[in-house]
């Protein structure tokens, strides 16, 4: 199974949190990189953060860093992305992915992930 589901996007006010959740096959998330983006209307999608295999490495976008962690639950075969101090301009469709290979490559480039979730909306207002 090479499906990504995402869940938990919803609406909060600015300040607040949210945490995102990316259900996937154990062999996704023990043997891939995996990693979280987002995409507003008319804009590039966004690398925002990534985990390697063995959870030694993680990467943030300067956009987040600080604000968003990312991390697995393998028992439960979960990615996550933790968001707090959510911003207005934090607004936008957030997707999980995962790449074909054990050590992350590219870990902010689209181009580099082959497997996609369909997404969840987060809305932050001010």
């Known amino acids: 199974q090479d499906q990504l589901v995402e869940s938990g996007g919803g609406s909060v006010q600015a300040g607040g949190s949210l945490r995102l959740s990316c259900t996937a096959s154990r062999y996704i998330i023990t043997n891939q990189c995996m990693g979280w983006f987002r995409q507003t209307p008319g804009k590039e999608r966004e690398g925002l953060a990534a985990?390697?295999?063995?959870?030694?490495?993680?990467y943030y976008a300067d956009s987040v860093k600080g604000r968003f962690t990312i991390s697995k639950d393998r028992a439960k075969t979960t990615l996550y992305l933790q968001m707090n101090t959510l911003k207005p301009e934090d607004t936008a469709m957030y997707y999980c992915a995962a790449q074909n290979r054990d050590v992350c490559t590219g870990a902010s480039r689209p181009a580099e992930y082959q497997y996609w979730g369909q997404g969840t909306q987060v809305t932050v207002s001010s």
């Open positions: 985990i390697s295999t063995g959870d030694t490495w993680t």
